[in-house]
């Protein structure tokens, strides 16, 4: 099967946000992936996700049982078909610190041009994560079309 792996500074708000999006959608179109997420510090190792991502998944409905932190390695990256990262820091940590991923690592915003941002923003800094899971949706959305075209084809 298949693996997605979502990156973001401590995989506590932006990246298990875009996790647990994607599974919800991937559940409801039947389609099967490997979806996981991992931060490039490892700070926050071993936590629960910020509980206002929680709070923010639970009242659309998303379900986020089973949520532990952790950082990336290189085996998650090797095991992944796509590595998506949520901002720039976050890709030249990846491309910098990984072997053989260059042609698999895509920035979040890639896909969902259409809002206009360049980088999925922080909301551990900014405090807005009603904007990051609008941006999150939408990019998890596009993501699953264009996986589906990919990993469908012949």
């Known amino acids: 099967m298949k693996k997605?792996?979502?990156?973001?500074?401590?995989?506590?708000?932006?990246?298990?946000?875009a996790e647990f999006v994607m599974k919800d959608l991937i559940s409801k179109e039947k389609?099967?992936?490997?979806?996981?997420?991992?931060?490039t510090s490892g700070e926050h190792d071993g936590e629960f996700m910020h509980y206002?991502?929680?709070?923010?998944?639970?009242?659309?409905?998303?379900k986020t049982q089973g949520f532990v932190s952790k950082k990336l390695t290189q085996k998650?990256?090797?095991e992944s078909a796509y590595i998506i990262v949520m901002d720039d820091s976050n890709l030249k940590?990846?491309?910098?610190?990984?072997?053989?991923?260059?042609?698999?690592?895509?920035?979040?915003?890639?896909?969902?041009?259409e809002l206009g941002y360049d980088e999925v923003p922080d909301p551990w800094y900014s405090g807005?994560?009603?904007?990051?899971?609008?941006?999150?949706?939408?990019a998890c959305k596009n993501l699953l079309k264009t996986l589906k075209k990919e990993f469908n084809s012949p």
Do not use: W
């Not at 500074?9 to 298990?16: A, E, K, Y």
């Open 4 to 17: 997605i792996i979502f990156v973001c500074l401590g995989n506590i708000c932006r990246s298990p946000m």
């Open 76 to 78: 998650l990256c090797d």
């Open 52 to 62: 206002k991502s929680q709070d923010k998944l639970e009242k659309a409905g998303i």
């Open 128 to 138: 807005n994560f009603d904007e990051t899971y609008h941006i999150v949706l939408t």
């Open 31 to 39: 389609f099967k992936l490997e979806i996981t997420s991992a931060g």
């Open 93 to 113: 940590y990846v491309l910098r610190n990984f072997q053989r991923i260059e042609h698999k690592v895509l920035k979040m915003t890639d896909f969902a041009k």
